[in-house]
């Protein structure tokens, strides 16, 4: 096949799809792999880089998709990226299918076989493909860099001559992929660290990090089979909020990583809440893409309320581009292999991880639930 990584176009996005140490592997399973210029320069990776790698620099975006049998993306294709792709092509990378229905409508009109990063079963076998993890790593490490920049106070304990500083305390409100990372990334900062999170089964998994659980009475169904949180009850909610609002006086830190795939992130502190906190508080808001747990959260921006800032992170693995290009590369070449195990094979649409991730494939929208939302 030829492989074609394409330029980002989003604003402010720095990944590229292929680490350029992962070209000769490629090329050594007779592959060829075409990079557009100027590619992997938010991650610092220079053309000159890539063809030392064996690939072959490509000028525009136009030629590139033209030529390409595969495309390798960070971000989804914008509509007018879709229309380039060849007919009949494949598209590995993020879609955001729900949001992106434009995109989705031309692809399977073009009948590109489509499959997304984001809905890589949960499951053990596509650990090593699962881009989402892998990004929410870098996140959750960074969204704790971001408060410590932030925070009017320094997060260790620190014995001095002049007298004794206190550790901050950091609320991290979500124990996946990234608020585990936050709660590693804050306790090696010196920080003292709780965690709230509605599955029990992460209580073990938060206390082995050197953090403290905020205990309530939880749901039993707080996850579905495929390892995402559920959307839990109003209800539930309401109790939820009352044990976070308990623990604010006492914080310094809130790192808010609690998100439904699918749905608006859940509304965990209000904006009478933020009240709760000290002067000089920052709240890093890792959901503030799907609406925030905070209700005060602005995506892209910094706001300021009540002496509480509040951080809304986006995309925070652009800013760390050269390791997130890296974990990422592999996510794609996991599945890649996975779908092509040979020169002249074809992805097994009878295997749950292809079956799962595919969202267009022989001029049809194959995911039932996009197809519903598309076609409305």
């Known amino acids: 096949m030829k492989i074609g990584i394409p330029k980002e176009t989003v604003s402010g996005e720095t990944r590229v799809a292929m680490f350029p140490a992962l070209v000769p592997a490629y090329i050594k399973e007779k592959h060829e792999v075409l990079v557009q210029s100027g590619a992997g320069h938010g991650a610092s990776f220079y053309d000159e880089v890539y063809t030392a790698s064996g690939a072959r620099i490509i000028s525009g975006a136009q030629q590139l998709f033209s030529e390409s049998d595969i495309v390798f993306k960070v971000q989804p294709p914008s509509p007018d990226e879709a229309q380039q792709l060849r007919d009949g092509s494949t598209f590995i990378g993020f879609l955001s299918a729900f949001v992106n229905q434009e995109t989705v409508r031309i692809l399977a009109r073009k009948r590109i076989t489509s499959f997304a990063m984001e809905m890589i079963p ?7 493909m699962d881009a989402l993890s892998s990004m929410a790593t870098v996140g959750g490490y960074k969204a704790v860099l971001l408060a410590a920049g932030n925070i009017h106070k320094m997060f260790p304990l620190m014995m001095t001559a002049a007298g004794t500083i206190t550790p901050a305390t950091v609320l991290i409100l979500g124990a996946g992929v990234a608020g585990l990372q936050a709660i590693a990334t804050a306790k090696r900062l010196g920080a003292k660290v709780e965690a ?69 992130a859940p509304l965990l ?18 959901a503030a893409e799907q609406g925030g747990n905070c209700e005060l959260t602005e995506a ?5 309320h009540h002496g509480v800032s509040i951080i809304g992170a986006v995309n925070l693995p652009a800013t760390m581009p050269l390791d997130a290009s890296h974990l990422y590369s592999r996510n794609v070449q996991n ?36 197809r519903i939302a598309v076609e409305k």
């Open 122 to 128: 949960r499951i053990t076998r596509a650990q090593s």
């Open 196 to 264: 709230f999170d509605p599955r029990p089964a992460v209580k073990e998994q938060v206390k082995s990090l050197g953090a403290s659980f905020v205990e309530m009475e939880m749901p039993a169904d707080a996850e579905t089979a495929g390892g995402y949180a559920k959307e839990l009850s109003p209800e539930f909610i309401k109790k939820e909020m009352e044990a976070i609002g308990g623990r604010l006086p006492k914080v310094d830190v809130v790192i808010c990583t609690a998100q439904v795939f699918g749905k608006r």
């Open 269 to 286: 502190i209000t904006a009478e809440m933020v009240k709760l906190l000290r002067p000089g508080s920052v709240i890093v808001d890792l």
């Open 300 to 304: 892209g921006k910094t706001a300021f």
């Open 335 to 370: 599945l890649f292999r996975h779908l092509y195990p040979k020169v002249d094979s074809q992805p097994d649409f009878q295997d749950e991880i292809a079956r799962g991730c595919c969202v267009t494939h022989e001029g049809k929208i194959v995911n039932e639930a996009i």
